[in-house]
């Protein structure tokens, strides 16, 4: 069936270090890729998606590209900032409503 | 706008009794969905409802584990009796119809002891 695969965490970097975490995806269609953001105490929500190959989805200084020949979905950011130590999941949707997530890496950015 | 609104936030129980929780999802929207995230762990599906319609239960375990959705709207999920690996994070979530994009509640957290 369709999964999600992401780096272990948790991810440890200092403020304005470069971010990549990593997100591969098994899928018999052309789904949807999407990354999920929670934050201490918030619920869970959507930091950037992208609905077909070579789409890039960004948002906040966070960019992916959907890549269909190796499968991935990676999570890039040039400079992170404390504030964006949280929780980051990859996830997919095969045209269905219904989201596949990953298991979560825990980003983790000090000052 | 206001968000999805889940209740209680925290809940613990002993082994055996039951539980309920209860979602609000975003007005006007017409999907709604139950996700388990256990710790460490990725949500997953619990079940979908399209309007009043539970149209994906396939993961609810229907044994001790049931909800429904009132006219369409608000939704409450079930464990009767709760069992210690119940214990998880229990997220409800909405979206517009056929969008992709889930907003998701803060959840409800459930202790089993």
């Known amino acids: 069936g369709d999964s999600v695969t992401q780096m272990e965490g948790p991810v440890t970097l200092s403020e304005e270090a470069f971010l990549t975490i990593n997100c591969t995806y098994t899928?018999?269609?052309?789904?949807?890729l999407f990354w999920y953001v929670q934050y201490p105490g918030e619920g869970l929500q959507l930091l950037l998606k992208?609905?077909?190959?070579?789409d890039k989805g960004s948002n906040k200084g966070f960019e992916a590209t959907y890549r269909k020949e190796t499968t991935s979905f990676h999570l890039e950011k040039g400079s992170v900032q404390v504030s964006d130590s949280a929780v980051y999941f990859c996830?997919?949707?095969?045209?269905?409503?219904?989201?596949?997530f990953g298991t979560g890496t825990r980003l983790q950015v000090f000052p | 706008e206001a968000g999805v609104v889940q209740s209680p936030r925290y809940k613990i129980i002993e082994k055996k009794q039951p539980v309920a929780f209860w979602c609000n999802p975003i007005?006007?929207?017409?999907?709604l969905y139950w996700y388990r995230q256990n710790l460490g762990q990725g949500p997953e599906l619990l079940i979908r409802?399209?309007?009043?319609?539970?149209?994906?239960d396939s993961q609810l375990p229907k044994d001790r584990f049931s909800a429904e959705r009132l006219k369409g709207v608000d939704s409450t999920l079930k464990i009767q009796p709760a069992e210690l690996g119940d214990s998880a994070v229990y997220l409800c979530?909405?979206?517009?119809?056929?969008?992709?994009?889930?907003?998701f509640g803060e959840g409800s957290r459930l202790t089993v002891l």
């Open positions: 979530a909405s979206s517009p119809l056929v969008s992709g994009e889930l907003f």
């Open positions: 899928a018999t269609g052309y789904p949807s």
């Open positions: 992208a609905t077909k190959a070579d």
């Open positions: 996830a997919l949707n095969q045209n269905t409503d219904k989201l596949i």
């Open positions: 007005s006007g929207h017409n999907t």
């Open positions: 409802y399209e309007n009043e319609e539970a149209v994906d």
